[in-house]
């Protein structure tokens, strides 16, 4: 298809990883993939992208818009909306702080188009979807054409991220989905974030647990908790999950020192728009103070 705008003089809707990766490669630096273009379009609006020959669309690809159990993994399509995990049974029972994060995502209408491929591939620290990922400890599919071939690699999600607004995709290169591990016994998760009243975009900051709980129900033996923005990439805090998991039972000061670790770990930063440095130390507690409860009755309940 050809559409002559000022912005791109192609528009692609290839129904192959194999035929996307493939123009993709013809194009080189001149094309661009879209999914739902809410982040893409708005960039080339503003000048912050440049005009491309080509726009590749990744979302008639068969799989990509697929939400599925494969073996031990739940697979996302990267071309999947934020709308259908919002309002998907099986993400609500195994990934709650997917859904929950994807659930704030802009309004309906945005949902309704913008894809969890291209909220990670975006690679802003903040973005909702992509906290929501890293606490589950998703993987993500990079697809490559090589020689003719497409090859398709499985690799931790925080891989891809090369600072903010940066991935380390080449122009031959594209995300094909995302998978987790289903939630088994004493396991759960949450999500919450802080959002000025008339933010329309990214938060003051968004928060994402994900825990086991020992047979008792009484200690954490694993936790997760992904933090943006936190860091130039989004940041995993590692010196709280410690904290967390080497106590000998959860309580007031075990939150207290969580809290601690988390707000020494994170690299927060003032941002013109949206919050100070101090008042995103401060938001940290109160996330994590909200957060981690809600993930610990869902564990004790399942
Ligand atoms: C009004 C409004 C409100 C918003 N609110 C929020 C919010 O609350 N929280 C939040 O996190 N975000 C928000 N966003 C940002 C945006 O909607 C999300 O980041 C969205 O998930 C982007 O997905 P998309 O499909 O629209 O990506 P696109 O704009 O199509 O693409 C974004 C980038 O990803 C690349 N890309 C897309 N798919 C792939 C793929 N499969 N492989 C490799 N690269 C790919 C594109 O080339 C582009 O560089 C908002 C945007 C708007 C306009």
């Known amino acids: 298809m050809t559409a002559a705008t000022s912005r791109w003089n192609e528009y692609h809707t290839p129904t192959a990883v194999e035929e996307a990766l493939a ?9 661009r993939i879209i999914a739902g273009g809410t982040d893409l379009i708005l960039d080339m609006e503003a000048g912050h992208a440049p ?52 659930a704030v995502v802009g309004g309906p209408q945005v949902r309704n188009v913008a894809t969890i491929g291209g909220n990670v591939a975006h690679a802003l620290p903040a973005a909702d979807g992509t906290i929501g990922l890293l606490a589950l400890d998703a993987e993500v599919e990079v697809c490559t054409l090589t020689d003719g071939q497409v090859e398709r690699r499985w690799q931790p999600l925080l891989s891809i991220f090369a600072g903010p607004g940066r991935n380390t995709l080449g122009h031959h290169q594209m995300l094909g989905g995302f998978r987790f591990h289903p939630r088994a016994a004493g396991e ?16 003051v900051l968004g928060l994402a647990v994900w825990l086991r709980l020992d047979e008792d129900w ?16 989004p940041f995993r805090a590692s010196e709280a999950e410690a904290v967390l998991t080497g106590a000998p039972q959860f309580d007031a000061s ?28 401060e938001m940290v507690g109160v996330l994590l103070g909200r957060v981690l409860p809600v993930a610990l009755e869902r564990a004790g309940n399942l």
Do not use: N
Request: overall charge neutral; proline content about 4%.
């Open 188 to 203: 759960a998760s949450a999500f919450d974030r802080i959002m000025r009243p008339q933010g329309v975009a990214l938060p």
């Open 51 to 102: 005009p491309v020959d080509a726009l590749v669309d990744v979302t008639r690809i068969a799989g990509m818009t697929d939400i599925r159990e494969e073996g031990d993994w739940i697979v996302i399509g990267a071309g999947v909306t934020h709308a259908q995990i919002e309002t998907s049974d099986l993400l609500r029972r195994h990934a709650a702080c997917l859904t929950e994060s994807c």
């Open 254 to 281: 075990v939150l207290d020192a969580a809290v601690a670790a988390a707000q020494a770990q994170a690299q927060l930063r003032t941002s013109k728009h949206r919050a100070s440095k101090e008042y995103r130390y």
């Open 218 to 233: 009484q200690r954490i033996v694993a936790a997760r908790i992904a933090i943006g923005p936190a860091g130039p990439v």
């Open 23 to 31: 123009l993709l490669t013809l194009h080189a630096e001149r094309a």
